[in-house]
């Protein structure tokens, strides 16, 4: 059964500060990698998706990297700024028999403080 | 990517009463997946709800509890019948969005049941 890990549950950091978010997951076999954010009471966005064959994604300040043979991936925040602050989902769809069930973590609630 | 405009945003019910979450997108979409979050817990798919045919539920959800409409290929409804205070959650719908299969989510109904 596929288990998806994030540690620690929450990090609080001056603004300015780069930072590296970590999630890992039990078994290999995936399909892709997608990190999302998700705003107090309100629901996910996409920040980057990894396809299993790739290793890394950038989009503007966020790049994320896939270690699939490890199980892991990285989610690296440069340079970051209040509004930033939310929590930081990672999922992986399982390449199993076609599913298309995302298995979540629990996500890493991130402070940024001016 | 796709938009998913999902309604109510949040409600308060009294408990043993239904309530029904919307979701439309603004783009044909095969599948229409519907998760759960508890609080402090991650996302858990509650089921797939395919257009014209009946919705496939995960292990520990069932039909009479969380009934699921798929009229059509752009909008979906979710259910939550005779609700106790354990289903107090966020509720969002999802779909596969592009070639590359990501995911996108809805804004999330935050439901409080007393």
């Known amino acids: 059964k596929q288990e998806v890990t994030q540690i620690p549950a929450a990090l609080s950091v001056p603004e300015g500060e780069n930072l590296v978010l970590n999630c890992s997951f039990t078994?290999?076999?995936?399909?892709?990698l997608q990190w999302f954010r998700q705003d107090p009471g309100k629901g996910l966005t996409s920040l980057l998706l990894?396809?299993?064959?790739?290793r890394e994604q950038t989009s503007g300040r966020l790049n994320a990297s896939l270690d699939k043979s490890s199980g892991r991936s990285t989610l690296y925040i440069a340079a970051s700024q209040p509004g930033d602050s939310a929590t930081y989902l990672c999922a992986v769809r399982p390449e199993q028999g076609g599913s298309e069930k995302l298995v979540f973590g629990k996500g890493m609630k991130l402070t940024v403080n001016p | 990517s796709a938009v998913i405009s999902q309604k109510p945003s949040r409600d308060i019910c009294q408990r043993g009463t239904s309530l029904t979450i919307q979701c439309q997108v603004d783009?044909?979409?095969?599948?229409m997946f519907w998760y759960r979050q508890q609080p402090g817990q991650s996302l858990t798919l509650i089921a797939t709800a395919n257009q014209g045919s009946e919705a496939t539920y995960e292990s520990g959800f069932v039909i009479d509890k969380f009934p699921i409409s798929r009229p059509n290929l752009t909008f979906s409804t979710l259910t939550v019948s005779n609700m106790s205070p354990e289903d107090s959650s966020i509720y969002l719908c999802?779909?596969?969005?592009?070639?590359?299969?990501?995911?996108?989510f809805g804004s999330g109904t935050r439901l409080t049941v007393v």
């Open positions: 783009s044909q979409v095969t599948m």
């Open positions: 078994d290999s076999a995936i399909y892709n």
């Open positions: 990894i396809q299993s064959s790739q």
């Open positions: 999802s779909v596969r969005t592009g070639s590359v299969y990501g995911y996108t």
